[in-house]
């Protein structure tokens, strides 16, 4: 059980005019304010700010965020925040380690969301209050709450994943939505381990290049967020086939990334890791005009160049640089390579020098 916010601070109308300093504020969360194809967007770490100042600078933060929560310390005086925030339209996700109390109160509801929330817990301990219960949220599960309610979240997690995600986008696949609010999400869900899998993926800016791909994001994280909550019928059988099928590919890949200096990056060994066929690990670069292997001989050759082009490796040979990304025969290597770059590995080498 967690201790009950120390001081918690009360979340009047004049909370939303709070102000810390802009070099709190930088320092404590790099954060980018913009209405671009990213939105909204904050990056948080406590640790870079001196402790008197860290709640506040969170807090500012939070609470002028488009749909705004407040936060403040556990009763023992712990606080820590390591996370970001990201918002797109029909998507928010916050992601990572928190230590706090954290709340949506009626002063602050004044937004009007009715958004859903569907806070998962990967590690570490979660407790919400919501709709007069206290519900435990046991690593691996995840519980659905809603912005229309007064909610507090008493958090010391090591990896955590809060998605808020309007209500029409998923009611629309689970019609008994309102039921399913203030209820626990069980661990058995594939759909909450692909969308911690998902969600890692997204950490990354370069995902939201374009608007194109930003929208994608976004219905795939929504398509998810309605299977975890046990859409059936026709409604599961197209989300499964939409969502699931994204959210595999992007294991997958990750996996294929994560092991690329392996000599063996197979369908069959990628299928074993992955518990689905091998002709199913196929199919799903297939589903994008791609194909297994031409993904992993791409990605092969893209690390080559970053390594050969990095000052750090420059005392580095290129067959060294060539069997670590997962060649095994040079003369291949080097072809390749000229084939993709127009350019010889060697050359790749000084070019920007």
Do not use: W
């Amino acid at each position: 059980m967690f201790a009950r916010p120390k001081n918690s601070p009360s979340t009047g109308s004049s909370e939303r005019n709070s102000k810390v300093s802009d070099d709190n504020h930088s320092r404590a969360a790099k954060t980018q304010d913009s209405r671009t194809t990213s939105g909204f967007f904050a990056r948080f770490r406590t640790e870079d700010l001196p402790e008197q100042e860290r709640v506040a600078a969170v807090r500012n933060v939070l609470l002028h965020k488009p749909v705004a929560f407040d936060v403040g310390a556990l009763r023992d005086g712990s606080f820590r925040a390591d996370m970001q925030v990201r918002e797109l339209p029909g998507l928010e996700i916050t992601v990572g380690h928190i230590t706090s109390h954290t709340t949506r109160t009626k002063p602050i509801m004044g937004d009007g969301s009715d958004d859903l929330l569907l806070s998962i817990c990967v590690e570490g301990r979660l407790e919400i209050e919501h709709r007069g219960k206290l519900i435990n949220v046991p690593p691996g599960n995840a519980h659905l709450g809603s912005c229309a309610d007064p909610i507090a979240y008493h958090t010391d997690v090591q990896r955590g994943i809060s998605l808020r995600v309007p209500r029409h986008a998923v009611s629309a696949f689970v019609p008994d939505i309102d039921g399913r609010i203030g209820m626990p999400v069980p661990h058995v869900a594939e759909s909450l381990r692909l969308i911690d899998v998902y969600v890692r993926a997204l950490e990354r800016d370069t995902f939201y290049a374009t608007p194109g791909m930003s929208r994608m994001a976004v219905n795939h994280v929504q398509d998810l967020v309605a299977l975890a909550l046990e859409s059936t019928g026709d409604a599961g059988v197209y989300l499964a086939d939409r969502g699931l099928r994204a959210a595999r590919l992007i294991a997958v890949k990750k996996d294929i990334v994560d092991t690329l200096g392996q000599d063996d990056v197979s369908a069959e060994s990628l299928a074993m890791r992955h518990g689905i066929s091998s002709r199913y690990i196929r199919k799903l670069f297939e589903f994008e005009g791609a194909t297994l292997s031409a993904f992993v001989l791409e990605e092969r050759l893209r690390r080559a160049d970053r390594l050969l082009s990095s000052p750090l490796h420059h005392h580095r040979q290129i067959g060294s640089i060539a069997y670590d990304v997962g060649f095994r025969d040079l003369s291949y290597f080097n072809r390749t390579f000229r084939r993709r770059f127009g350019m010889s590995p060697s050359e790749a080498r000084h070019r920007d020098r």
